[in-house]
């Protein structure tokens, strides 16, 4: 449930950000501080590459397959904007939010169900193994564009709070448990 919750939300910022006209700073080459327009096209051209590559997908089955999964990913947008448009406000009163919140859990069974079928449609076209390992590609593209763009110049977050502490990640091989926290540091005037 976690990874589809991480490809949703990867999806619904993809398109949201085209239709914010956010900016993203340039990822490799050029010059440093340069920008560039996020492009929707290139992201979904370098995520057809990485799955491609790393599910090891032959000409023949890349062409069977990214049709069928670019029809999915169109069906799963559409539903993100929707989700995406019930959280833009607070409703007023308490009927209003629970309104909002049997809807949202609508669209959520809605995009599992996409999903469902559309893997069940993968895999006419192709063996489960081959199946697992493209989804295990989607889901680490994903991750790794995340991790990349939360990491970056544009990230608004660190600009607008420069102060917060960069949380460390958890070590789940070597006893596991929460990480130290870093210190804030003090304002002055306090002791």
Known sequence: MKQFFVALMMALFATGIQAQQQWMPQRGGGQQGSQERFSPEKFDADLQEFITKEAGLSHQEAAKFFPVYKEMLGKQ???FMRQSQLAKVKPADEQGCMKVIKEGDDIDLELKNIQKNYHKRFLDLM????????????????RHTMRSWGRGKGNV????????????QFNQGQGGGMPQMPQLPQRRGQN
């Open 77 to 79: 947008r559409a539903l």
């Open 127 to 142: 063996p489960a193994s081959k199946v697992y390992d493209i989804l295990q590609a989607e889901q680490r593209f994903f």
């Open 157 to 168: 977050r660190r600009q607008q709070f420069p102060h917060f502490p960069q949380f460390p």
